[in-house]
């Protein structure tokens, strides 16, 4: 049986441990405190690795980096960042409308909670991070300043000896045979998750925001099918259907359950190798996109910062929408940055409209209590798309 099992492709060995992950967690709930360990070391291993991963990937590439390499696809990469996330808040606000939702605004505010108060903390955040010490950086998962320092050292080692530049690859390469071994036990880790997700939330506490979690889920859907792929077909120039379903059969799948872009970076820089991406644009894009690439958050800002304007009978002009989902973007690229991700920045899109801080974290706590859905939705969008555009432009210009 191990043997056959072997002989399976990654993806098919994850889709036989969702389906036994499920049938577990229906007829076995109470083995979750005990399946969950193997979730719990899947994710571990992959946010411990993604620190040093990055800074060595990005320093190596950049210290041999070579004109002609394709670094200059990093451009129209980050064009494609930007203009996704303003379509996905865009497409939110049109999904808002057609299909309003509203919020039982009853729960107690989450006080322990503190969310950014103005766009303006959201970027102080943001380049407080791009300055912060190395070691610290590494130790927090601080990927902003990671980046940095990565990029920094990588340009002045661009003039060091062949010898030292040749050892920084050799480094990069033991590090990715690290993460082989590690995306290996994909499997057994998303076994473990599954059981623990579907055993501990199951749907009871989700049928009260059943049409809220229908609207935020069926619009990622939508950016995911149709706007990525209008996007890829325009760089590449043909039916971009296969590339978009493998991103998401492999990274999307995993990025759903272990909910951190940060752990799945290794994952989607071995299927980039896989797809014969140029690893000096993948070891940077990647990691920049897993940062800053969160069209997923702005579909989440902008869907619930609409569902507390509804369920408040807020007028809202289609000029205030427009300005809402530029807002969505700017914060939604600033959620590493913050202690909680897209929800805490709820309130400043909330802003937008007067609506009280009180009110806002109520709006933050219902996103808590369906994020096993919303999170992990938001999660499978933002990091399948880091390696489809990233894929995209690199193979099209190949």
């Not at 806002?360 to 939705?377: N, R, Y």
């Amino acid at each position: 049986m191990f043997s056959a099992l072997a002989r399976l492709s990654l993806v098919s060995r994850i889709i036989i441990a969702i389906v036994l992950g499920g049938l577990v967690a229906y007829f076995i709930p109470e083995a979750a405190g005990y399946v969950s360990i193997l979730g719990d070391l899947f994710i571990k291993a992959l946010k411990s690795v993604a620190p040093i991963l990055v800074f060595i990937l990005v320093l190596a590439s950049i210290a041999n980096f070579k004109v002609g390499q394709g670094a200059s696809n990093l451009k129209p990469i980050l064009l494609m960042y930007v203009v996704g996330m303003l379509l996905a808040a865009t497409t939110a606000v049109i999904a808002s409308n057609l299909f309003p939702s509203t919020l039982i605004l009853t729960i107690d505010p989450e006080t322990q909670l503190q969310p950014p108060s103005s766009i303006a903390e959201v970027l102080k955040t943001l380049l407080l991070n791009f300055i912060s010490n190395p070691v610290t950086a590494l130790h927090e998962a601080n990927f902003i300043g990671i980046l940095a320092w990565a990029v920094g050292l990588g340009m002045a080692l661009r003039h060091a000896s062949d010898t030292t530049r040749q050892v920084l690859t050799d480094i990069a390469d033991g590090v990715n045979h690290i993460i082989r071994i590690v995306i290996s036990f994909a499997p057994l880790g998303i076994f473990g998750l599954v059981v623990a997700t579907f055993a501990q939330a199951g749907l009871d506490t989700l049928e009260h925001y059943a049409h809220l979690i229908i609207v935020l889920v069926a619009t990622m859907a939508f950016v995911a099918l149709v706007i990525n792929p209008i996007l890829v077909a325009i760089v590449m120039k043909k039916n971009p259907y296969p590339l978009v379903f493998k991103c998401l059969e492999e990274s999307g799948i995993t990025a759903f359950f272990t909910r951190s872009s940060a752990a799945n970076i290794p994952v989607n820089l071995d299927l980039a190798k896989r797809l014969g991406v140029s690893e000096t644009t993948a070891n940077v894009s990647i990691p920049l996109g897993a940062t800053i690439n969160m069209a997923g958050a702005a579909v989440t800002i902008t869907i619930l910062t609409l569902a507390a304007v509804n369920t408040l009978d807020i007028q809202v002009d289609m000029t205030t929408m427009i300005v809402l989902s530029v807002v969505s973007v700017v914060t939604a690229c600033g959620a590493s940055g913050v202690a909680g991700g897209s929800l805490l920045l709820i309130p400043v899109a909330c802003g937008l409209f007067g609506i009280s801080s009180e009110t806002a974290m109520q709006v933050v706590a219902i996103g808590m209590v369906i994020s096993v859905l919303q999170d992990s939705t938001e999660t499978a969008l933002n990091s399948s798309t880091d390696i489809l555009f990233t894929a995209a432009v690199d193979l099209s210009r190949k």
